[in-house]
């Protein structure tokens, strides 16, 4: 099984940036997906999560109105769309997915499997 993370890069404030999680050795969309970011000398923390069916979705405050999260199950993949980025969203971003079938994963240990994480950097 792997997680493929792509898509970060260097934007400035306010850009934009979309980042893909694709999957193989597994069927993605038979798992929730979550995306978690750990910012320099910080602990990794929640982003946002998408059911198995894309029921349920949540975003951490600190992003909600400015990412999206989402499924492409053609490409079996998950992708976070990131827009109005703030310096502050720095970090490195990590895909995971979830055999949790029930509930909204949003702590780190209810994940089975990680991407390797891309680097995101929002300059001022």
């Not at 971003?93 to 509930?103: I, N, Q, V, W």
């Amino acid at each position: 099984v792997q997680l493929q993370a792509s898509g970060g890069g260097l934007v400035q404030a306010g850009g934009s940036l979309r980042l893909s999680c694709a999957a193989s050795g597994i069927t993605l969309s038979s798992y929730a997906v979550g995306w978690f970011r750990q910012a320099p000398g910080q602990e990794r923390s929640f982003v946002a999560y998408i059911s198995r069916g894309s029921t349920r979705i949540k975003l951490a405050d600190s992003v909600k109105g400015r990412f999206a999260i989402y499924r492409d199950n053609a490409k079996n993949t998950a992708l976070l769309q990131m827009n109005s980025l703030k310096p502050e969203d720095t970090a490195v971003y990590y895909c995971a997915a979830s055999g949790l079938g029930f509930g909204v994963a949003v702590t780190a240990g209810h994940y089975d499997y990680w991407g390797q994480g891309t680097l995101v950097t929002v300059s001022s």
